[in-house]
């Protein structure tokens, strides 16, 4: 049974820095990993997607890497803005349904 | 907007009532998923569907839910006889099975609370 665990829980740094989301899951038979946004009360905005068969993939300031082997993966915010204030939600695609399995979630708090 | 819609955006109800939601996916996807989520946490798969077939539904979907998908096009979820462990968020995504890798769009949401 896939389990997604995404560390840690909340996060608060000045604006301007650069930062880290970790993201591990413990079966490497996934057939994608999606990176989402979520700002409060509201659904989820996809960020980056990376196929199994990719190691990382680059939006602007996010640059999303996936490691199979080591069942991890790492979301890259350059510069950070008060703007990027939200929930980062990471989740493991199944190779046949592609339904996705979440974390639950790293709170960033970017300060002025 | 040709994204992912959902209705209503709000409900409250008593429990024991019935409610149904409802998910227009974005007009060229196939697949249809529906999410649930509690305060704090991730969602949690709930079922999905490829056209018009329900292919796969998650052991949370207890025999109070039932979700349709007519002619392959915009999805119900319906809740009977709620209970206050209902209350959550309930999302719905589409995907293709062509291009883009099965990459999920979200709709807002509907948030259930049940009195």
């Known amino acids: 049974k896939q389990e997604v665990t995404q560390i840690p829980a909340a996060l608060s740094v000045p604006e301007g820095e650069n930062l880290v989301l970790n993201c591990s899951f413990t079966?490497?038979?996934?057939?994608?990993l999606q990176w989402f946004r979520q700002d409060p009360g509201k659904g989820l905005t996809s960020l980056l997607l990376i196929q199994s068969s990719q190691r990382e993939q680059t939006s602007g300031r996010l640059n999303a890497s996936l490691d199979k082997s080591s069942g991890r993966s790492t979301l890259y915010i350059a510069a950070s803005q008060p703007g990027d204030s939200a929930t980062y939600l990471c989740?493991?695609?199944?190779?046949?349904?592609?339904?996705?399995?979440f974390g639950q979630g790293t709170t960033l708090q970017v300060k002025p | 907007d040709t994204g992912v819609s959902q209705n209503p955006r709000h409900k409250i109800t008593k429990r024991g009532q019935n409610v149904t939601f409802r998910c227009d996916p974005i007009s060229e996807h196939n697949r249809l998923y529906w999410y649930r989520q509690t305060l704090g946490q991730g969602p949690e798969f709930l079922t999905y569907?490829?056209?018009?077939?329900?292919?796969?539904k998650s052991r949370l979907l207890s025999d109070r839910f039932s979700a349709e998908r007519p002619k392959g096009s915009f999805s119900t979820l319906e809740i009977q006889r709620t209970e206050q462990g209902d209350s959550a968020m309930y999302l719905c995504?589409?995907?293709?099975?062509?291009?883009?890798?099965?990459?999920?769009?979200f709709g807002p949401g509907t948030r259930l609370t049940v009195t």
């Open positions: 995504a589409s995907s293709s099975t062509g291009t883009g890798g099965f990459e999920q769009y």
């Open positions: 079966d490497s038979a996934i057939y994608n």
């Open positions: 569907f490829q056209n018009e077939a329900q292919l796969e």
């Open positions: 989740a493991a695609g199944s190779s046949n349904t592609g339904k996705l399995i």
